[in-house]
Nanobody, 124 residues
Framework: QVQLVESGGGLVQAGGSLRLSCAASGRTFSNYAMGWFRQAPGKEREFVAAISQNGGNTYYVGTVKGRFTISRDNAKNAVYLQMNSLKPEDTAVYYC?????????????????WGQGTQVTVSS
């Protein structure tokens, strides 16, 4: 079992920045690729970004590429999502997730463990 707890969400104006954190506990964190997903009201859960077990590979959905950066610190059992130039359409609940497989996947059902989510609201 891997337990994931997100933090860092909040209310920000358009153009602002937020840094989300996801703290992991349980099994060996470095064995898991990590992903960030988001879900807006009335919409399906959407892939945002993923990072490989050693941090060497990352992947982003096109709508956030160049604005968001995913990173991880295996010594701290944590993964981060730095979000810059935020837009109202980035408003959603953001979830981190853990996956043991290789290569990186954008499919939510491929991920084994999920956090409870953190709300991000971007005002215009």
């Amino acid at each position: 079992q891997v337990q994931l707890v997100e933090s860092g969400g909040g209310l920000v104006q358009a153009g602002g920045s937020l840094r989300l954190s996801c703290a992991a506990s349980g099994r060996t964190f470095s064995n898991y690729a990590m992903g960030w997903f988001r879900q807006a009201p009335g919409k399906e859960r959407e892939f945002v970004a993923a990072i490989s077990q050693n941090g060497g590979n990352t992947y982003y959905v096109g709508t956030v590429k160049g604005r968001f950066t995913i990173s991880r610190d295996n010594a701290k059992n944590a993964v981060y999502l730095q979000m810059n130039s935020l837009k109202p359409e980035d408003t959603a609940v953001y979830y981190c997730a853990a996956d043991r497989r290789v290569p990186l996947t954008v499919v939510a059902n491929d991920y084994d463990y999920w956090g409870q989510g953190t709300q991000v609201t971007v005002s215009s």
